[in-house]
């Protein structure tokens, strides 16, 4: 990959200065960018827009609904179509042109052939061109945002970083000898982890070789920036499928490092994300636990994000109403909680796993929870003992949290579920009695292994982050004992805790908290998780 210096010369008429480029020929490190869970479009087999988020903006709403119209109210149509095996990455996605007077697309080739198109535009849309641009001039000389790195960091380091992320002119030079190209790699987060880090293995060493051979360009290693889940995708392709000797370095970016009680609230009470993007992202995904447990339960990749042993023990809690209390996991999670189906606060609630089995067949249902069980103990269970504790040895990472609490009050932005809290208390009604008719019309809306039986049954129905257990005297008078889902309290980026996403520092080469939150981690207005980024991608040149 050439750079080239413009000279000024003047002609034998001397009548104007004319300008002269002598190429240099550079070294090619090409960034690939990782985005996270529901960061990558998405379509069906015959190329229907299954998941696209396209843009943040209100000019969008009319196209955010179109493709997300179709999944108002649904669970069957979820299950259906949100299925990890009838999915492929979308590379259509809409992608920021680049700038006229200094076009990467001249020396990399386009953005739509550098993955730009697979992922999110709502959530990266910005900072990929910005991240481009910065490491990119057409005219060979340093950006205007590279120059200013040599200006103290917009932030600083967490006690105990190896690299301080200082720079100085000398460090800024070495940029002169590189080109970086940015990438994009969409990948199926409704599948494995494993399965997107080996199409990163296959991209890295099979299709960028070929992709630069062309340009008679010679690859070397690469620098890879990660979002969220694309970190854990990151990881295992260094740990686990030999990638790290071609790897540089990694940024990760708000990393659940060993997952997220997040991944648990949402299989009991939906997305419930706010606004009306978060809104309608909501109903796609799913809004209540109905239409999320039909996505979940067969796809391992939202699944793996699920605390792992590692995130620790009893931050699940249920405080019954005669003030007694139980806290799980106490030793293994995978059985204490996510396979445990004959308690209402399991992950996973047998009769929602199927909606397309709307007579409730036993032998349906027992296939539907065996294979269930097969993602949580062969892909949920070993992912994470694959992963535990593996970073690569040059790793940079930022992560989320409230830095500015005052009087250990979180704002409502940062507040994050570290631990799980269902309260229960007692509460007299008189309920209608229900004929076996009514039953039927919502039994989607009851807890398993729960049956109608006369006057003398027994209900516990569902509501929204509410589970209600039912106790009916033969005259319909009740005690019903209401178990609530509280509210998030704990520190973080409103996703991952800060347990989670604040990696042990003796992984990594620096760390950094910022004030950001998890999906808008790139999109930062004060611009310090993109520095942070480039700071560490200038810092990790130094030693090649």
Known sequence: MSGSYQMLTQPSDESQLQQMYIEKKKQLIPVIFLPGVMGSNLKNKNGDIIWRPETNSMDGITNLLGWALPYFGSAQVRRKDLNPNEVLVDDRGKIKKARKDNNDEHAFGPRSKRGWGTVANMSYGDFLPWLQEHLYSENGSLSQVLNKLIDMPSFTVDVGSKQNLFLDKKQLSLCDNYAFPVHAMGYNWLASIESSANALKNLIEVQLPQYYRRNKSKLSKVILVTHSMGGLVA???TKELGGEDKVYGVVHGVLPSTGAAAAYTRMKQGAAMTGIIG????????????????????SPGPLQLLPSPNYGYNWLTIHHADDTKETYPKQDPYKEIYLEKDKWWGLCEPHLINPLNTKYDSNLMKEDWDAYERIIRNKVKNFHDKIKDNYHPNTYAFYGIDTKKEANKIK???????????????????????????????KSRFLPNEDYIGDKRRLNLRELGEIRRLRLAPDNHSWRQVYTLQRAKENGDNTVPKKS???PITYLKSRVGLDIGHEPAYKDKQGRSQEFTLRAIITMIQDI
Request: aromatic share 14%; glycine share 6%.
């Open 235 to 237: 990881r295992y392709y």
């Open 279 to 298: 809104k309608i992202v909501s109903e796609v995904i799913g809004d209540d636990a109905e239409e999320m447990t039909a996505v979940c339960s067969q």
């Open 412 to 442: 409502a932005d940062f507040l994050t579920y570290e631990s799980v809290h269902w309260e229960g208390k007692l509460e007299q009604c008189f309920i209608k009695p229900y004929s076996p008719e009514d039953f039927t019309k919502v």
């Open 501 to 503: 996403g604040e990696i």
